[in-house]
T-cell receptor, first 117, second 114 residues
């Protein structure tokens, strides 16, 4: 079983659909992240959760709604998306310690490839 | 904001060493230097990180300049499986969740020539 698992791996949806991306980490980590990777663009940080509380939201449109019910699971709820939202959505986790934040390496899942028609 | 700059692409011959540079001239004293790589159709994977001293692990070596304004990732003997995009990022050891500190740039696309 891999460390960070994302489902589904591929998703095609219309602009009026509602869908969710799921991420599960089996590493016992205390922080989880959503990144967006569009074609030929850098990875963009979308959301960060630490101990199940959101600590970072990079002005992401409200049509993306994250949920972190516990330290092992992270969801990204999608509704009324636009074609430009088509991208690879990557989940990551890390174990970070108070006062030692930068030492926790990020473990990424393989991503969910989203296509919005 | 502490940011990194890397060459867009590099090529190297198989079984030769590769030196991937990264500039981070605005690095702060509490920033760790992390390297990740992304193979085709996969999420990024951790390679190595360091603060001040040079670091070695089974994947690579990290050479950090004395003033910490630049660093070099060294692959000692490149194989075809090392073809990937390599990212250099900074992570703050005090506040882990500063936005700019978790930002990946465009990275360096490394091509290995058989």
């Amino acid at each position: 079983e891999t460390g960070v698992t994302q489902t589904p791996r591929h998703l095609v949806m219309g602009m009026t659909n509602k869908k969710s991306l799921k991420c599960e980490q089996h590493l016992g980590h205390n922080a989880m992240y959503w990144y967006k990777q569009s074609a030929k663009k850098p990875l963009e940080l979308m959301f960060v959760y630490s101990l199940e509380e959101r600590v970072e939201n990079n002005s992401v449109p409200s049509r993306f709604s994250p949920e972190c019910p516990n330290s092992s699971h992270l969801f990204l709820h999608l509704h009324t998306l636009q074609p430009e939202d088509s991208a690879l959505y990557l989940c990551a986790s890390s174990q970070d310690h108070a006062g030692q934040g930068g030492t926790g390496e990020l473990f990424f899942g393989e991503g969910s490839r989203l296509t919005v028609l | 904001d502490a940011k990194t700059t890397q060459p867009n692409s590099m090529e190297s011959n198989e079984e030769e060493p590769v030196h991937l540079p990264c500039n981070h001239s605005t690095i702060s004293g509490t920033d760790y230097i992390h390297w990740y790589r992304q193979l085709p159709s996969q999420g990024p994977e951790y390679v190595i990180h360091g603060l001040t001293s040079n670091v070695n692990n089974r994947m690579a070596s990290l050479a950090i300049a004395e003033d910490r304004k630049s660093s070099t990732l060294i692959l000692h003997r490149a194989t075809l499986r090392d073809a990937a995009v390599y990212y250099c990022i900074l992570r703050d050891s005090i506040s882990n969740f500063g936005n700019e500190k978790l930002t990946f740039g465009t990275g360096t696309r490394l091509t290995i020539i058989p």
